[in-house]
């Protein structure tokens, strides 16, 4: 298992900027992949970005293309979502995610260890 720890989350207003991180600890070497998923009030967990440990590969939801970044920094374990031009519709909390493989990264189910979550609210 790895061990997750997100920070960063807190209020912003509308077109500002945030930036999140992750910490990973434990069996890190067993993680392909880092993602990073948000969950509104009364809605379902959905994908936000991605990156693969190695290659760095990214993906992202269309929602968030052009205004989040994610990156990564190996020696550290560390994983981090830039996100800037925020809207309110972007108010949640954001959770780091770790998978052991590579396919379907918008998938949250093929994620088998997960942080606690930060909350990230834009005002409008």
């Known amino acids: 298992q790895v061990q997750l720890v997100e920070s960063g989350g807190g209020l912003v207003q509308a077109g500002g900027s945030l930036r999140l991180s992750c910490a990973a600890s434990?069996?890190?070497?067993?993680?392909?992949?880092m993602g990073w998923f948000r969950q509104a009030p009364g809605k379902e967990r959905e994908f936000v970005a991605a990156?693969?440990?190695?290659?760095?590969?990214?993906y992202y939801a269309d929602s968030v293309k052009g205004r989040f970044t994610i990156s990564r920094d190996n020696a550290k374990n560390m994983v981090y979502l830039k996100m800037n031009s925020l809207k309110p519709e972007d108010t949640a909390v954001y959770y780091c995610?770790?998978?052991?493989?590579?396919?379907?990264?918008?998938?949250?189910?093929?994620?088998?260890?997960w942080g606690q979550g930060t909350q990230v609210t834009v005002s409008s």
């Open positions: 990156i693969t440990w190695t290659i760095g590969n990214k």
């Open positions: 434990g069996r890190t070497f067993s993680s392909y992949a």
């Open positions: 995610a770790a998978r052991p493989y590579s396919g379907d990264y918008y998938r949250s189910d093929f994620y088998d260890s």
